[in-house]
């Protein structure tokens, strides 16, 4: 842009700089802003100047740091010292676009620093509050108020509340955003809002809410694959299996990718029998994978980690019959997260030698969740392993498995491993070590159904008929209709009183197959 424009009037280079805006021309747009904010300084200026100077320079600055200039974003911050110290009525957007820019600082102290601004000036309610008014009256609340956090702050604060997994209060934000951006924002930008409080809805498990506005998000963008996807998975969690398809189907057909590959996978495993087409979808999704990290750089931009995929594609192998394969898959899985764990330990030898405390700190959680996956990972490994008849192996990969779990301080107890590790012993005939596993699981919950189901068969395999009965009726204490415990209970009953004879009725290997343990979710 010529400089020389700040021989016009201020109104005209303030009506440049905002159809340059409008047009995405930031850097053309930042020239006309200074020479306007030098035509204010030097006195040719209205009563008006200097909001619609703020106005530019928090949206230009907000763009900015989303397409990554933050030190152009810093520069404006700079250029609006002078209004924002004669008016402060401004500063709240100086605050706002300040906050933005710490947000992608790679210093964790400045992210943190850049939340606390925000919550601030946006006053969100407790937890307890949002659940006992509900998400639209205290919004709307908070919209009608003339202080606090503009539009704007309100999305930028979600963001960043959606990042550390804080979805109702992000839920909040993006509402109060919604209802305050009317007539501030274009009908792009609105749907980006109604996506994201969709979005954030639907990981706060408030199925109906969020198809209500991820619908109305399609209608201002019908071809955001994005807006369908996440449709169709909030028709999978409320069992609308018709709807979610036709939403997945619509998805593939706007963009081709991983993630709607993989959601289409997960709808046709998890409520299908069709395991012949899960397992194509999945392989799909890590072909997708591969070529989209490579132009993403980094695993860490994928928006689906590729040992999900493969842990997903591992259990309709499973449950296929095709075990080789589903091992094979597992194997890979171990070693891409033992490769990621190593990785994160030299990033945390690094962080700790440079004394970044806050960064080291951080890298250390993303290795624990690192290990507490791949812990999973063995834990599914070894069950595969079992079912080959490969025992031993099943014992070492699932003690491996603890090893990870034991090491880790902060860990819960894993009550699922233990229970693994029984059966993985007690396939392999060591049946001491199977009801030392189950022991420790009861010790911890008494109320573990599976874990006592499993004591009464070990007992029953021990011909300790008392003692079965004992775990067999806890089982129906806690739950009089469990058909298994109650013809559970009539077999042991049945062979006590006939001196130990079996003439019919389950034998204790059918007894235990008919109590799997529990599946482990990654």
């Known amino acids: ?22 047009l995405g021309k930031l850097s053309v747009a930042t020239s006309y802003l200074k020479a306007a904010i030098q035509s204010i300084e030097d006195g040719k200026f209205s009563a008006n100047h200097q909001g619609r100077v703020m106005s530019l320079a928090s949206r230009a600055g907000h763009m900015m740091v989303r397409h990554g200039y933050v030190e152009e974003a810093k520069e404006l911050i700079a250029l609006t010292d002078a209004i924002v110290s004669v008016s402060p009525n401004y500063t709240t957007l100086q605050l706002e676009l300040h906050a933005h820019v710490l947000t992608k600082s790679s210093d964790a102290g400045d992210v943190e620093k850049a939340e606390k601004i925000l919550r601030a000036n946006a006053r969100i309610p407790s937890i307890s509050t949002l659940m006992l008014n509900g998400l639209e009256s205290t919004a709307k609340a908070a919209a009608a108020e003339s202080e606090g956090l503009t539009a704007v702050g309100h999305v930028v604060l979600g963001t960043m509340l959606k990042e550390t997994q804080s979805f109702h209060e992000a839920a909040w934000c993006f509402r109060v955003a919604m209802l305050k951006s009317t007539g501030v924002m274009n009908q792009h930008e609105l749907a980006d809002i109604i996506f994201e409080l969709g979005s954030s809805l639907l990981e706060s498990q408030k199925y109906l809410e969020a198809v209500n506005f991820l619908l109305l998000a399609r ?19 409320l069992g609308r299996r018709t709807e979610a398809k036709r939403m997945m189907k619509a998805a593939l ?135 080959l008849g490969r025992h031993r192996e099943s014992v070492d990969t699932m003690l491996h498995a603890r090893a990870i779990w034991a090491g880790d301080p902060e860990a819960p107890v894993h009550l699922q491993s233990l229970i693994d590790l029984g059966n993985a012993y007690l396939h392999a005939g060591n049946v001491q070590a199977a009801q030392t596993a189950y022991e420790q699981v009861v010790s911890s919950d008494p109320h573990h159904i599976v874990g006592l189901n499993n004591m009464g068969v070990v007992a029953h395999r021990q011909k300790e008929y008392a003692a079965a009965e004992t775990f ?9 209709r469990n058909k298994k415990a109650t013809e559970y209970l009539k077999v042991v009953k049945r062979e006590r009183e006939e001196g130990g004879k079996k003439k019919r009725g389950w034998t204790w290997g059918q007894m235990f197959a008919l109590a799997p343990a529990e599946p482990v979710n990654l």
């Open 219 to 237: 209608s201002k963008r019908p071809h955001h694959a994005p807006t369908h996807n996440n449709l169709g998975v909030a028709y999978i969690r």
């Open 1 to 22: 842009a010529d400089t020389s424009a700040v021989a016009f009037s201020t109104d005209a280079l303030l009506t440049v700089a905002s159809a340059s805006v409008g």
């Open 253 to 387: 057909r706007i963009q081709d990718g991983c993630l709607a590959r993989f959601n289409l996978g997960v709808l046709l495993q998890e409520h299908t029998s069709s395991h012949g087409m899960a397992v194509t979808q999945f392989r799909a999704a890590l072909r997708m994978h591969a070529t989209e990290t490579n132009g993403a750089g980094t695993e860490k931009n994928h928006v689906v980690d590729m040992v999900d995929i493969k842990a997903r594609l591992a259990r309709v192998l499973d449950a296929g019959g095709d075990l080789p394969e589903a091992l094979s898959v597992l194997g890979e899985a171990v070693q891409d997260l033992e490769l990621r764990s190593s990785r994160l330990q030299t990033q945390i030898l690094i962080e700790q030698l440079a004394g970044r405390s806050a960064e080291h700190e951080a890298a250390m959680s993303v290795w624990r969740m690192c290990k507490s996956v791949l812990a999973n990972v063995l834990s599914q490994r070894s069950s595969v392993f079992s079912k």
């Open 472 to 480: 067999f009726r806890r089982i129906l204490v806690l739950q009089p």
